[in-house]
């Protein structure tokens, strides 16, 4: 995905933990800290949300609010808080992040960054910032050569051009996101640039094969033991939605899977969604239950998902 850690087996993770312990008896406190925000990516990207919670905190109070380390817990805890819809605590983290990133230097950081505050964004409908934050993003990217980032930007960027209808324009990034993602073999660059195909594809008129692309976007982000578990459920909900709309057989059991998983991570936006899926399927009580959770979620845009 976005770290050096993506793809790091247990061993490896067994053996940060006693690093981290090693250099804390002997004072090491800035090594300790970043030991710290790495541990806290890896269950970041598997939606352990308390224990990355607790491992970046840890690494702010070693680090110090300044340091390169601290800047990087500050965007890896602004992600964990915009995966479980707390939208506020996210970006009062990114935007931390953003300032130390600028004071440093660190191009790529800011990247990240604002790579997420566009996220955030587009999942609040708001298409003007969320053009704004990934076209920086993408600048911050290439003018470092960072390459390896890109897809993720790009896509995001392309799904902005897809709620704008601009079916050409939105088609041309995500395959130029898609081909570069393939070519570095990133699961979760590829899961997340085919998930906008998917939905480009159905705009385009094709709802069958798009459906068949969102279960390769599903496969492809998973193919890796440490999968990016967020956005699994964000292609997740997509398949809902065209299931629901076009009368997939499977659509039960997505539903039940959405809702499953979002409710054992804390991904609260995604509970509201698949509440709204169970309701369209007709369960009783699931959209008093998801216009309850809903109130609680600071997005504009699940306006029109939750009828009022």
């Not at 919670?53 to 601290?70: K, N």
């Not at 935007?95 to 950081?109: F, H, I, N, P, V």
Request: aromatic share 6%; net charge negative.
């Amino acid at each position: 995905m976005i770290h050096s850690l993506r793809g790091r087996d247990e061993e490896g993770i067994a053996a940060l933990h006693q690093a981290g312990e090693i250099a804390l008896v002997h004072g090491e406190n800035d090594l300790a800290a970043a030991v710290r925000a790495e541990l806290g990516y890896v269950d970041f990207l598997r939606a352990r949300y308390d224990r990355a919670e607790r491992w970046l905190l840890d690494a702010l109070r070693l680090g110090g609010r300044t340091a390169p380390t601290a800047a990087k817990a500050a965007m890896y805890l602004g992600s964990v808080e915009s995966d479980r819809g707390n939208y506020l605590r996210a970006m009062n983290h990114l935007t931390e992040a953003l300032a130390a990133t600028k004071t440093t230097g660190d191009r790529r950081g800011e990247a990240y960054a604002s790579s997420m505050v566009g996220r955030i964004h587009l999942l609040r409908g708001d298409l003007d910032g969320a053009a704004r934050e990934l076209e920086t993003s993408i600048e911050l990217a290439e003018s470092d050569h960072w390459l390896a980032f890109l897809p993720w930007p790009q896509a995001l960027r392309g799904e902005v051009e897809l709620v704008h209808n601009d079916l050409d324009g939105a088609s041309e990034r995500l395959e130029q996101a898609f081909a570069r993602a393939c070519q570095l073999g990133d699961p979760c660059w590829e899961g997340i640039a085919a998930r906008g195909i998917a939905l480009a594809t159905e705009m385009a008129g094709e709802p069958a094969r798009a459906l068949e692309l969102l279960g390769d976007a599903r496969a492809r982000c998973n193919r890796l033991s440490d999968p990016y578990v967020w956005l699994d459920g964000y292609i997740l909900d997509s398949q809902c939605t065209l299931g629901l709309r076009h009368g997939h057989p499977e659509t039960s059991r997505w539903i039940g899977q959405l809702h499953e998983l979002a409710s054992r991570t804390g991904m609260r936006e995604l509970v509201v969604r698949s509440l709204v899926h169970r309701a369209a399927m007709g369960g009783v009580g699931d959209l008093e239950a998801a216009a309850l959770l809903r109130a609680e979620i600071d997005n504009p845009a699940l306006d029109r998902v939750v009828p009022t």
